[in-house]
């Protein structure tokens, strides 16, 4: 589904800014990114299985607009979807306009390499840090999402401000001091029915201190960047025993990895059901496919929405052995990224988008389950 949203592109000082206009945004996007960040935090979220329609407003409404007052009632609540959306709209804009790739839950002290480490200065901590395709290097990105009535379109929003602080808060460092990476800062203003505002997603990307990789130094923290970011969505979709393996790329795990498989449109990967407001339920174990038709039949029953989120085999393989990944990034209908490949992007079937090797899909009827032989 297509909805239209303001997206701007400034500089750090604001002085200048591209892309004012309305442009289109595939709404699979966020819903990809939303079922990314469930797997990476255990989230619980309303309204991403169904490509989030049963929260905005219907056709022949075009633009990105909530219904009514947006997303719960009280302020409270409010204020807790906006933060919800802002990161899954705020994922989906990093990876799919700036390369930001494998972005995982910041934490202070978190090892992102051998002896690579990102560390808090002072202050709240931001949202992601990955990696950077475009620049070769790391990112640290930070998203907010906000009702600010303020000039969004042409201005320099204070929830952009806000989200530049936290960015200046963390440093990346290894045994020779700090490292420069790449930041973004992503604000998502939300126009409701009731507001009347013009929807906008903003950027902004400033640079952090420190020295630059060395060439061979680049393909090494990238394939960690990776094979780290693999390793945390092998723990939401049930597999720990797979993702400390790749943690510690043991490849002695190899063989077991053709274990708890599934099977979608002849791509094997391990899986999980995501039913609205129930969360993630990894597909694992010997009683899968029962428990997996159970799951379906009983949604459908009381009327929730249920996707399937699939992480390829073959990308948890080449994390663990630390090698494959793709050095040309592909947009969703597997060619070279463009800048905007969403400008002119190939009809795709609306149940599925896959990016990074991982498929967010609303289809979810011809699952299969193959053993081993199967697979042989």
């Known amino acids: 589904m297509i909805r239209y949203v303001h997206r701007r592109e400034v500089s750090r000082s604001g002085t200048f800014s591209w892309n004012v206009d309305p442009e289109p945004f595939d709404l699979r996007w966020a ?3 939303a079922a990314v960040e469930t797997l990476q935090i255990d989230l619980v979220a309303s309204g991403w299985m169904n490509l989030f329609t049963a929260l905005l407003m219907p056709p022949p409404t075009t633009a990105l607009r909530w219904a009514a007052t947006g997303p719960g009632t009280n302020v409270e ?3 807790a979807y906006s933060a919800l959306m802002g990161r899954f709209f705020g994922r989906a804009t990093l990876r799919r306009d700036h390369g930001c790739r494998w972005l995982r839950q910041v934490s202070d002290g978190l090892e992102l390499c051998t002896g690579v480490h990102l560390r808090r200065r002072t202050g709240h901590l931001p949202d992601w840090v990955g990696w950077d395709d475009f620049h ?4 640290v990105a930070e998203a907010k999402g906000s009702h600010d009535r303020g000039d969004w379109v042409d201005g320099d929003p204070p929830p952009l401000q806000r989200a530049l602080a936290q960015l200046d808060r963390v440093e990346i460092v290894d045994a020779a001091g700090p490292i420069t990476f790449k930041t973004w800062a ?3 203003r939300w126009g409701t029915e009731a507001n009347g505002l013009a929807p906008v997603i903003v950027t902004c990307d400033p640079d952090g201190d420190g020295r630059r990789l060395e060439e061979w130094e680049v393909a090494k923290h990238r394939e960690e960047a990776r094979a780290r970011w693999v390793a945390d969505l092998l723990e939401g979709l049930g597999r ?8 510690g790329s043991d490849v002695g795990m190899a063989l077991s990895m053709e274990d708890d498989l599934a099977l979608i449109s002849g791509r094997s990967g391990y899986a999980a059901l995501a039913i609205e407001m129930w969360g993630i339920i990894p597909l694992t174990g010997s009683g899968r496919a029962a428990r997996g038709a159970s799951i379906i039949d009983t949604a459908a029953q009381l009327k929730r929405a249920t996707a399937l989120v699939l992480l390829d085999r073959s990308m948890a393989e080449s994390a663990l052995m630390r090698g494959g990944a793709n050095d040309v990034m592909e947009d969703e209908s597997g060619q070279p990224w463009r800048k905007r490949p969403h400008m002119d992007m ?3 079937p609306e149940a599925e988008l896959t990016v990074d090797g991982v498929t967010f899909r609303t289809a979810v009827d011809d699952i299969g389950f193959p053993n081993v032989e199967a697979l042989a």
Do not use: D, F, T
Not at 136 to 139: K, N
Not at 240 to 247: G, I, K, Q, W
């Open 31 to 33: 819903a990809w990114a």
């Open 77 to 79: 609540i409010k204020r």
């Open 136 to 139: 070769g290097c790391w990112v």
């Open 186 to 188: 992503v604000a998502c």
């Open 240 to 247: 720990p025993e797979v993702a400390a393996a790749v943690r």
């Open 346 to 348: 190939p009809k795709l």
